[in-house]
């Protein structure tokens, strides 16, 4: 072959590779130009939505017990000081403290950080004050405990911040320190690949890279950190058309937010908007120069430099970036002295500045499902405020897995076979306050709170007697019931033979007895008397939203419902009959703080005041004296109302109690449905009174609706007498009366 032939055909292999390699750097190119636009039109980063606990709010006269306070402000990371001079401390005198409170964007509007004075005496709001001022304050909140993210596999948190946010100094050190060139260059420095090519030769090992911040802001968000020549030629032409579309104020912004910054447990700490809040507990506009430096200096390696695990070499990094500052004119001499001399500044890592609480999350998602979409919540940067109590919640969660122990160490079941639910709202409102749906509250898998459906049992009972008092003209406290067997054949042929607890019978009875002692027949006779069909229809209208077929099996707490379902019954005998669907959610912001929506309570009257009075009433007698004394016995002179429940063979559990604030529903169970040999009294209720022996709860209130007083005649208690001018006094009647309310004849 001639030398001409082999020529041309090598100058053809050389332009087809040419080619080749030309339409590979076109494709490519117009493939991460693609990726790196829709990166930065859909905001650039992944955040997922943050979850806030309900605030706790001060106001003069308001029931707040100073270990209660003092127990938040430790959940919340303040800080106990001699002189509490910055955000995030506190100092105390006695019985009252002076909190520096932390500035936080609300769903209702920003509250500045505030110094506040607040005294308590028995348990009770006494003095609020402006500290500096001295002047009242009629409300104040401090900011939430953060609940964690709602987040799929996202282990990412940030706080995006914008460039007016940020402090003297901080951009041009910043600059200073990884890319003296950013504005000039179009992405990448020649000097700096040519610095780090000369570096890496004479040392013979790869030991500097040149990247200016565009390329590090490319390897963080899009790339790996595996140091090859395919990753960094990648990286050029990305940073290369990022800086075609994008302006340096835009990159540099986004460069801010992206940085990886520390490690917090198995969450990244990523931005300098949220590495200020994990290690100075401050927003990036208050930060001192030494802690500009030191976060600036944290960027070139974030583990090595950690403040809190290695404090003197992060502390001699952050004295070179001051030197730095100070070499370059970015600060005076004067500045570098006192920012050199200064301690690191760093506050220990909080205990507890987010709460686990799996069951409350799994049911926050669930309220969200109709609005947004899953990744909304794990990339939109969404704030979400919610109704639970973390004070409550600790004590729930105390009170389910100490108690179940116990049980378990009496004997009475096999170890670690028994399980529960905790649910508390709060009965005004209807707002969750507390859910726990696993004896191991951290337990992120079945939630028994709003998933496992059970049987009732007795708890289903007042709602049999409240359908018997809207029909006020048949049925009163004393009507007589009978307290005896029966059966009742079904249309398929069943026969429903209902038992007494005990096996026992009383034959005639008063009909308050039937609910105080929870007798079955009796209940069951008087469901028949009434219409079945009616009382599923009382069911239905206080909340509880499936199928409910009308067999008289249902009146006894045959039809399986969770303890969600049966505390929104509730609901409605503690709020004088008022429907209110109890939630979690209260407000969403975006990540700018702009609200999105609110999520009030819809409040609906369902049912004669008079008739929830009666069956209220009669729920503080099954405490006093019924199937509850325990819970009367233990918290004597304070009122509670409240119902047992236990199903066929001792498989659940169950009370549904409240007092004047809150009420709270607990099942104990086993998951395979097998007998736990406890009554409603033996287990779930030991449960409530755990919980509610560390709330500071008020009496159930008592007050009498206008249409109702107390009285007596002939065929029945509780005559609708309007006064009891000109009556005789009957002071024996009923057993336990309410302070305050008189018997009229």
Known sequence: MSRVSIWQRSKRIVLR???????????????????VKDEFNQRAWSIPAKV?????????????SLKDLKQELQLLGYRPKIKAINQGEYEQYDNSLVINTRRFQFWDGVQPEQTLEITIENNRITQLKDFASQKDVSFLRLDPLSLGSIQTGNTED?????????????????????????????????????????????QGKVSQGGSTLTQQLMKNHFLSNERTLWRKFREAIMAVLTEVHYSKDVILQAYLNEVYLGQDDNTGIYGFGRASEFYFDKPLEKLHLAQVALLVGMVKGPSYYNPRRNPEVARQRRDLVLSQMREHGLITDEDYQDAQSRQLMVV???????????????????????????ADLNSQGLRLFTSLDPLVQQRAEKALSKRLLQIEKSGKTPPTDLQGAVIISDIQSGDILAMVGDRNPEYNGFNRAIDAYRQTGSVIKPFVYLTAFERQA???????????????DGSDGSVWTPKNYNNETHGQIALKEGLINSYNLATARLALSIGVEYVADTITNAGFERELPAYPSITLGAKEMSPLEVLRLYQVLANEGRSIRSAGLIAVQDHQGRLLQRYPRQISSKFEPESIFLVKYLL????????????????????????TGTTNDLRDSWYAGFGGNKLAVVWVGRDDNQPTQLTGATGALRIWRDLFIGLNEPAVDLTLPDG??????????FSRFTSCKNKKLLPFFPEHLPEGIKICE
């Open 17 to 35: 590779l040419f080619l080749i390699a030309f339409l590979f750097v076109l494709f490519m190119g117009i493939y991460l130009d693609s990726m």
């Open 708 to 717: 109702l007083v107390w009285g007596y005649r002939p065929e029945g208690f």
């Open 474 to 488: 048949r049925y009163h406290m004393l009507t007589p019931l009978l307290d005896e067997p029966f059966s009742l």
């Open 158 to 202: 940030r706080q995006l911040v914008t460039l007016a946010q940020l402090p003297d100094n901080l951009i041009a050190s910043l600059l200073v320190m990884e890319d003296r060139e950013f504005y000039q260059h179009w992405g990448l420095s020649m000097k700096g690949i040519a610095r780090a090519l000369w570096s890496n030769l004479s």
């Open 52 to 64: 806030f606990a309900r605030p706790l709010s001060f106001s003069l006269g308001q029931l707040l």
């Open 620 to 643: 503080t007698e099954v405490v006093n004296r019924g199937t509850a004394k325990t819970i009367g016995q233990t918290f004597g002179s304070t009122q509670f109302a409240g119902k």
């Open 348 to 374: 220990a890592k909080p205990k507890a500045k987010t709460g686990k609480v799996p069951a409350f999350m799994g049911f926050i998602k669930r309220e969200l499902h109709r609005e947004y979409s899953a």
